[in-house]
């Protein structure tokens, strides 16, 4: 295998670059810059019982989410993270040898798990417009009999486009299990959790970590078919969240105006700085429903460009993989870092 190359740790960036914690903007991993609701240190600090161990089937945090998802709880597992719940099912579906479909540029987790699992991925690239191939899914699904999972992603990672009811229909008729990722849908709205309900072969993935602020707690939640959950429940480890995520997760719940609110001055803020960008004649961004914008970079070099604005203490993503070699990705902040970033761009010429 190829070593994961994680972002390095904000505490560490902040030694080497001899820039306070708070001084760096942060716009490379899709965070929340408003931070958690105020009621989650207040809850962490009241709770009392971390040194019982979790309820292993998360009930209080389920029936919460039942509430906000509008499914009923015997559909929802409970992660620490997406992450978690994308490498189950990857373990739950295949065998040696099977084959996932991925949709790439998309998020790295599915072809990471897939091929620690000992599968086989099977890349369908995306249009230039960052649009699904439908096309060749359904042909490539059609042919090959091992192919057992697609993953797909609503708004995408990195390029925020999202995916339309009638190609999702499409996907659904294909004789495999349709992984619906759903990380960012609270800044697109639209969330095709309810379609569960009446598909057997769809899971929508959901998660704490960019609406809520809890990405370090790792929190995310899957609503499954029963036939499907009750055969993850098994292969689970049983204490997977812990007392601090679902502490912090019931707290998020109970906040949602709060959290709400944060959600729509993101969106607004997204809005601002994508008609930022597309003033920079080096840079052509594309329309995004998440809470990131990817931009093409033009005649200039795209991780020269990331390393330029990372000596400011300024994060982007930059993507060293085919079909985004030329761009970067950069995570919508609050107002003020959004004003330093264009500040600090309109300096690089
Ligand atoms: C960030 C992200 C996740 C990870 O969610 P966690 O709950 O933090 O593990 C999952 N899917 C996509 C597309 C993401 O960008």
Redesign the pocket.
């Known amino acids: 295998m190829a070593p994961y190359t994680p972002i390095v740790p904000f505490d560490v960036l902040s030694q080497r670059l001899n820039i306070a914690p708070e001084n760096i903007i942060k716009l490379d991993a899709?965070e929340n810059p408003y931070g958690p609701s105020p009621r989650v240190s207040q809850a962490l600090a009241e709770e009392t019982y971390y040194h019982i161990y979790p309820d292993p089937d998360s009930t209080l945090l389920r029936d919460a989410l039942s509430a906000y998802v509008g499914v009923d709880p015997t559909h929802i597992v409970a992660g620490h993270?997406?992450?978690e719940l994308i490498d189950l099912i990857i373990r739950l579906f295949i065998v040696q040898g099977d084959a996932v479909i991925n949709c790439p540029p998309t998020?790295g987790?599915y072809r990471f798990d897939t091929e620690l699992n000992g599968g086989k991925i099977i890349d369908i690239a995306r249009h230039e417009d960052f649009s699904l191939d439908t096309e060749s899914i359904v042909s490539f699904a059609g042919n090959a009999g091992n192919i057992k999972l697609i993953f797909v992603?609503s708004p995408n990672?990195p390029d925020g486009g999202t995916l339309d009811d009638a190609c999702l229909r499409q996907l659904l008729q294909l004789p495999l299990i349709v992984v619906l990722?759903e990380?960012?849908i609270e800044f697109a709205g639209g969330s095709r959790a309810n379609w569960v309900l009446a598909h057997e072969n769809l899971i929508v993935?959901r998660?704490f970590?960019?609406w809520a602020g809890l990405?370090g707690l790792?929190v995310?939640y899957g609503i499954f078919p029963h036939w499907i959950r009750s055969h993850l429940l098994k292969i689970k480890q049983p204490y997977n969240v812990n007392v601090a995520g679902t502490t912090a997760a019931l707290a998020s719940l109970s906040d949602l105006h709060q959290l709400q609110l944060n959600v729509q001055k993101i969106v607004k803020e997204r809005e601002r700085l994508y008609h930022a960008l597309e003033a920079f004649d080096f840079l052509q961004p594309y329309p995004s429903k998440a809470n990131f914008i990817l931009a093409r970079v033009i005649g200039k070099d795209a991780a020269e460009l990331k390393a330029a604005l990372a000596k400011d203490g300024i994060l982007i993503r930059y993507f060293d993989t085919s079909g985004l070699r030329d761009h970067i990705r950069i995570s919508v902040g609050t107002p003020t870092q959004t004003s330093v970033l264009l500040e600090t761009l309109s300096t690089i010429e």
């Open positions: 899709n993270g997406a992450d998020f987790m992603t990672n990722d990380a960012y993935l998660t970590s960019k990405a790792r995310g």
